[in-house]
């Protein structure tokens, strides 16, 4: 169809749009229909609001025009499986006969493939699926933030709107693909290091079941709550994401931020002593921020722990949550073992026996301070 023969008003696609938008609409559909997009894509796009959008689907994989049940075929793979990779990955599909799949779903399903003809397990796909699917999420929001930080303009029409989206795109797309594949690289280099560590560790105690030692930190917000209902939804934003730059900050080698958690922040390392030395840092950092900052409230804990898509699960992640939700601002508290291990690294002091939540009996805690701590001049000051 020749787009001088469209009839946009019979069609449905200028309903809603004033008078002096109607040209940059008309202007934007009669691209995208020149650039093949069919009329039924453009008019769900148009009742979704998402028109502006289309071009950019050039640049990413185009239009989703296939099922899931053809990217099975595809692919050599049970459609099943197909469905269960999708959902892990946090893009599910509720039709398999349904066109939701673009050029670039149907890469993904040939990559599946080889992957599990290379010897990956089944189980090991999904639980990459579910990592890849939310790091990706994420690294895809904030690039589509800059995105459109960069193109918006109300006073665009339309079909410059949807222009200046896609040469942002455009211009994003090598720089995305290089540095993705060389970050994951640096990341995967470490990650394979740490494994070697991991698999030194576990002769003679039989096998990945054991667990990997490890020492596990908390540091989050006091008062996080309450400052919801004094800052708007950006301001608060605005101090998660300052928790998360100064965890950041503080996370040499050997220890790792594992994870951000709105108003919390998750560390980990295999030996005690730098995962304290850079919670008693980050707590310093967060008293300098001034008052419009909350103090933090710090636990720590050791002992073995199982790894699992880059985060950690077992006793002494338990402990130290447990330990952050019981301390005070400005404190950093431990375990009996991370204390008795860095006795002379650091300032201890008993913070009594405690009951924690979970665990039999009471638990001996103890605050960490820095070396030359002077408790006599803190609570004068205080």
């Given at each position: 169809?020749?787009?001088?023969?469209?009839?946009?008003?019979?069609?449905?696609?200028?309903?809603?749009?004033?008078?002096?938008?109607?040209?940059?609409?008309?202007?934007?559909?009669?691209?995208?229909?020149?650039?093949?997009?069919?009329?039924?894509?453009?008019?769900?796009?148009?009742?979704?609001?998402?028109l502006t959008a289309l071009p950019t689907l050039l640049e990413l994989g185009g239009p989703a025009r296939f099922t899931a049940r053809q990217s099975a075929v595809a692919a050599g793979l049970d459609l099943?499986?197909?469905?269960?990779?999708?959902?892990a990955n946090g893009v599910p599909?509720?039709?398999?006969?349904?066109?939701?799949?673009?050029?670039?779903?149907?890469?993904?399903?040939?990559?599946?493939?080889?992957?599990?003809?290379?010897?990956?397990?089944?189980?090991?796909?999904?639980?990459?699926?579910?990592?890849?699917?939310?790091?990706?999420?994420?690294?895809?929001?904030?690039?589509?933030?800059?995105?459109?930080?960069?193109?918006y303009d109300p006073s665009l029409d339309e079909a410059a709107l949807?222009?200046?989206?896609?040469?942002?795109?455009s211009a994003f797309q090598?720089?995305?693909?290089?540095?993705?594949?060389?970050?994951?690289?640096?990341?995967?280099?470490?990650?394979?290091?740490?494994?070697?560590?991991?698999?030194a560790e576990q002769t003679g105690r039989g096998g990945l079941s054991a667990g990997r030692d490890v020492t596990?930190?908390?540091?989050?917000?006091?008062?996080?709550?309450?400052?919801?209902?004094?800052?708007?939804?950006?301001?608060?934003?605005?101090?998660?994401?300052?928790?998360?730059?100064?965890a950041q900050s503080v996370t040499d080698a050997p220890v790792r931020l594992v994870k951000s958690i709105g108003d919390a922040v998750m560390l980990a390392s295999p030996t005690p002593g730098p995962l304290v030395a850079a919670m008693l840092r980050l707590s310093q950092l967060a008293d300098t921020e001034g008052q419009g900052f909350p103090q933090l409230r710090i636990g720590i804990a050791s002992g073995q722990a199982m790894t699992r898509g880059g985060d950690w699960y077992g006793r002494p992640v338990n402990l130290a949550s447990r330990l952050t939700a019981i301390a005070r601002g400005g404190s950093v508290l431990t375990t009996s073992d991370v204390r008795d291990a860095l006795r002379e690294e650091f300032h201890w002091s008993a913070a009594g026996p405690r009951r924690i939540?979970?665990?039999?009996?009471?638990?001996?805690?103890?605050?960490?301070?820095?070396?030359?701590y002077d408790a006599t001049a803190a609570g004068a000051a205080a």
């Open positions: 169809m020749a787009t001088a023969e469209v009839d946009w008003e019979r069609e449905g696609l200028l309903v809603g749009v004033p008078a002096e938008r109607r040209p940059g609409r008309v202007k934007l559909l009669e691209r995208l229909l020149a650039d093949g997009f069919q009329m039924e894509e453009l008019s769900v796009a148009a009742a979704d609001g998402t099943g499986f197909v469905l269960d990779v999708r959902r599909v509720a039709d398999p006969d349904a066109p939701a799949l673009s050029e670039a779903d149907l890469a993904i399903g040939g990559l599946t493939k080889a992957a599990t003809d290379a010897g990956v397990t089944a189980e090991q796909v999904l639980e990459t699926a579910r990592v890849l699917g939310h790091a990706l999420r994420q690294v895809a929001d904030n690039f589509s933030e800059i995105v459109f930080e960069l193109a949807a222009e200046r989206f896609a040469t942002q795109v090598p720089l995305i693909d290089e540095l993705l594949a060389n970050g994951l690289r640096v990341h995967f280099r470490d990650a394979v290091r740490d494994a070697a560590i991991a698999a596990v930190a908390f540091a989050d917000l006091v008062g996080f709550t309450r400052l919801g209902e004094e800052l708007p939804p950006a301001g608060l934003e605005r101090v998660a994401a300052r928790l998360t730059e100064l939540r979970g665990v039999q009996g009471t638990v001996p805690v103890y605050r960490a301070r820095r070396l030359g």
